[in-house]
């Protein structure tokens, strides 16, 4: 939270103020610090039911419209008002957890972490708050819960694993909140026994206000709903009336053979055809560092981050893109869980919230889908998590280089751009059922299914209005620069590959031990511990690193500042770009693959 990470005007609530709360003076005075002048809708909805009415919540709401101040504003002014109370009783100096905050990725819990340190900056000496979460040895963990945090974050199982110790030192009786954020992927980590044992310590007969929150909600939420919640209130925001006004997101997806991927990488980036940040997601570890190190070969930069980083390393790679040191990030997308399920009734979920009345499926139907999915799960880093939640700052674009393998997914993948009010871009590379195979080195497992998971995001994106729409380009344009990747590539083996990712690993278990003591005092060393450095595994051809002249289109050899203006796509498809909404107008926001031209 701070005034340069302002959501949307979308998704702000004009009519209403944060004043009309009644909030406490210190938690009006960081709202307004952190330039939040008016609610999002969510929280102008939220807000009110969770303070007023002391009404559960179940909230579907999009992607960076401001969830996470939607449940924590109502739980830090509960807590306030609870303390003022007790300040005159003799019960004061309590030590009791009042709020539990459940996320499902150590990287959630660390943003939450922050956020709320930013919320409760002028009322610190009533509200604690702890991540479980974070790197802290147990030993520091159990003596900062032994001060009684008011607040805990953390995932399922870490809380699991601290109420299960012999010396549990957490007490719950007097517990006022229980927030589940991103709950259906809580879920989908295989969390749900976690959570049902969490339940046995909770006093949830005790009127526990509860929250569970997400952008994509199924009816895998119903058991959770039955267990902690009391008629909640169900809030879906609307999305036709957020998106018709929401012109920020454009969306494409280019057709492109396993190979080609590689080749119109190198000449997007080598190029510079996208201005701004960019992230750019993967289905696996492997392949993260294949692309890094292609890249690597014609001098791009590019760091990466996946589950196999230590989470310090994780957390550090996260805000130093956030504060722009990177340009490009390679993550893998872990929170795919690589579902190869039929998805089709989760297309149908899209735009539902589960609630009694619309909750049509039989018992035997959801516990039928259940055992599928459990079936279909395969198990990695239960903690890691970057599709999902995580406020990736200013970036302009998001490159599904491998398509994911849900369109739920897909919704996820994208809200990390065209965020807080900035406009952006995402494109997926789309593999023909025809081409995949035919290049073994290049190839990925999940396009095979790239043609069927395409068609399924253009029907989400088109209930929701809006487009996908097909990125055409001259493949000429390209072609000159075949040769040279075809080079490169060829020096990236499956060993430099495995060597790139052990030797990555090593680097960064180094620094992630350094980085903690390190950071504060002494800003200079940062350098030495850029996340972006080359790996060299693969035999480096320091030629490729230059782009003769002689490949580049005749504008650009005349003028090197054109070198951005590519005549990548035809004239006529130009046209057409632009976010176009059911109501059939077009944006006119700037999109930074217009330059192409
Ligand atoms: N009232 C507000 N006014 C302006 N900006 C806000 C407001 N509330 C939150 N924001 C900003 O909006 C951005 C998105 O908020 P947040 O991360 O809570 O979204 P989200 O709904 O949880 O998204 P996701 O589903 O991707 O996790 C953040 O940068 C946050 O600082």
Sequence with gaps: MSSDQIASAAYIDDAVTFESFQLDSRLLQSIKNNGFINPTLIQSSAIPLALQEKRDIIAKASTGSGKTLAYLIPVVQTILEYKKALSSDSKFGQTSTLGIILVPTRELAQQVFTVLEKLILFCSKDVHCLNLSSNLSDSVLN???????????????????????????????????????????????????????????????????????SATLNDDIQDLKQQFCRSPAILKLNEDEINKDQTKLVQYYVKVSEFDKFLLCYVIFKLGLIKGKTLIFVNDIDRGYRLKLVLEQFGIKSCILNSELPANSRQHIVEEFNKNVYQLLIATDDTEYIKEEDEEEEDDDQGNVPAEAEATNSEAEIKGKKEKKKRTQIKKDKEYGVSRGVDFKNVACVLNFDLPTTAKSYVHRIGRTARAGKSGTAISFVVPLKEFGKHKPSMCRTAKKDEKILSRIIKQQSKLGFEIQPYSFDVKQIEGFRYRMEDGFRAVTQVAVREARVKELKQELLTSDKLKRHFEENPQDLQSLRHDKELHPARVQQHLKRVPDYLLPEAARQDKKKIGFIPFHNAKQQKKRGRIHKGGKRSGKSDPLRNFK
């Design 143 to 213: 003596s900062l819960l032994l001060e009684g945090p008011e607040i805990i974050i953390s995932t399922p199982a870490k809380l699991l694993n601290v109420l299960d110790t012999k010396v549990n030192s957490l007490s719950l009786e007097e517990l006022k909140f229980l927030v589940i954020d991103e709950v259906d992927l809580v879920l989908t980590f295989g969390y749900q026994e976690d959570l049902m044992k969490i339940a046995r310590y909770l006093p949830l007969k005790k009127n526990l206000q509860t929250f569970l929150m």
